[in-house]
């Protein structure tokens, strides 16, 4: 594959410097008032983020996009194009694999939350994460749209630009391990600890790519990964709620 990226231009390194401030931006300062909005009862406060997350994302994404018109440069440098058949086909069936899977898993999710102990697992699992996590029907909708985005752009924006980018400093293999440790910084809002298993996240979707030879089997997974995990929080915070329904009937 053509991995050619041509010449760093001062757009690429706004670009990159946005990865790098951007996040320290969203940990300090815009997540903190989110999550106080959220705990505070504030109405659309979570809406209000992911929209904004899309938004963000898609800026980004459409700046890298026209880049590449602009230069011009070579899609398949953005693992855009030049796909060969077999890779690629690998690369769908483990995309098509991990939906099933992610389907049964929400499946069986059903029947195990009717178990109070299975509930007060889950919820000490996802304490860390359920100010994010959608908890109304409104919610789970605009959250399906920021899986959808963060699949497509955060692909473009990191397995694409940024691995693209960097491996013409360092060549492949070293692009794709600072590549990903740059994705799970960019994460960072979720808290320090969430930035090392993030960053293993971003590596097997890397390699995902580089297996496939395109960003789409990726987009897919990823996601796939972000809606399952809203759904894990939806469903537990639905349980949550229709628990603690019952327990202030039986207690009048």
């Known amino acids: 594959m053509n991995m050619t990226f041509g010449k760093v231009s001062a757009a690429d390194l706004v670009i990159l410097a946005l990865l790098v401030v951007y996040p320290l931006f969203e940990w300090r300062w815009y997540w903190p008032r989110v999550s106080r909005a959220i ?40 693992w855009l194009g030049g796909i060969r058949p077999l890779r690629f086909s690998l690369g769908c069936l483990l995309a098509i694999v991990v939906i099933v899977l992610f389907v049964l898993q929400a499946q069986r999710l059903r029947k195990a939350l009717a178990r109070p102990k299975t509930l007060a697992s889950l919820r000490e699992k996802f ?25 497509v752009c955060e692909e473009i924006i990191y ?35 969430q930035v090392p298993r993030t960053a293993i996240a971003g590596l097997v979707l890397a390699l995902v790519v580089v297996g496939s030879g395109s960003l789409l089997p990726a987009m897919v997974i990823h996601a796939a990964i972000d809606w399952s995990s809203g759904e894990i929080g939806f469903r537990v915070a639905q349980a949550s709620l229709a628990n603690a329904a019952v327990s202030a009937t039986v207690a009048n």
């Open 159 to 193: 397995r694409g630009f940024l691995m693209s980018l960097v491996a013409t400093w360092t060549g492949l293999i070293a692009a794709v391990i600072i590549s990903s440790i740059v994705f799970g910084y960019g994460h960072i809002y979720l808290g320090i600890a």
């Open 39 to 78: 705990r505070a009862g504030m109405a659309g406060a979570r809406i209000r983020f992911y929209r904004g997350t899309i938004v963000v994302e898609w800026v980004v994404t459409l700046c890298v996009l026209a880049l590449w018109i602009a230069r011009p440069r070579a899609w398949t440098a953005l």
């Open 127 to 151: 304490a860390s994460a359920y100010l994010l996590a959608p908890e109304t029907a409104g919610e789970r909708s605009v959250f399906w749209l920021a899986s959808i985005t963060a699949g």
